[in-house]
């Protein structure tokens, strides 16, 4: 199980290191996101992901860690279930509209969690 949570995190240094050097590519992601659909398939896998690291937080170093993260990634799954449409194509036009400025600092922010997370794991 640990060895999930570290290449979870590694997955996520890696999009962070993206949004650093190539910000483009946080519109192509929302682009497609914006497609039918699409936004509810990654938020499914969002919410896998966070349930299995709540539950594989236990055989972790630093479990508390990986227990708040995996908590939040399954509330903010279980969150996009339950608004309306329209406010989340509102919050996806609100990050569609970030400068690269922006999205670079997102990224750093990304990176810090992805290793935050393989610290403790």
Do not use: H
Not at 31 to 50: C, F, H, Q
């Amino acid at each position: 199980m640990v060895l999930i949570i570290k290449l979870i995190a590694i997955a996520i240094i890696i999009y962070g290191c993206i949004l650093v050097l190539r910000p483009r590519v946080k519109k192509m992601v929302i682009g497609y996101i914006k497609e039918s659909n699409r936004i509810y398939i990654a938020n499914g896998v969002k919410l896998a992901i966070g349930i299995f690291m709540l539950i594989a937080a236990s055989s972790c170093r630093v479990p508390w860690v990986v227990l708040v993260l995996g908590g939040l990634a399954a509330l903010s799954g279980i969150a996009l279930f339950l608004v309306k449409k329209n406010v989340v194509d509102d919050v996806i036009k609100w990050l569609d509209t970030r400068s690269a400025k922006q999205v670079r600092i997102m990224g750093i922010v990304i990176i810090v969690v992805g290793a935050l997370i393989a610290i403790a794991a």
